[in-house]
């Protein structure tokens, strides 16, 4: 369902003078999936180094939860796609 277009595509639609209704409308779930992705990442990019600092410090505990956290946001991801 997601298709990532860039930020800048977004502006300039955005910007083509006074948004009707409808167009707000799709500019408001555009925005809200572009948010939401970002967020995705900045989680999964954080999560991986996290594993990596448990990996480093031989904890295993941290290695388990951390990785399970990852394989949860990835599994929310594949339903949500």
């Known amino acids: 369902m997601e298709q990532y277009y860039s930020y800048a595509e977004f502006l300039k639609a955005v910007g083509k003078g006074r948004a009707s209704q409808g167009e707000q409308l799709l500019n408001d779930i555009y ?25 480093d410090r031989k904890d295993e505990a941290g290695f388990l939860d951390y990785t399970a956290q990852l394989k949860t946001l990835d599994d929310d991801c594949v339903m949500t796609d």
């Open 31 to 55: 925005m809200d999936l572009f948010l939401k992705h970002v967020h995705r990442e900045q989680m999964r990019e954080r999560l991986h180094r996290m594993i990596d600092e448990a990996l």
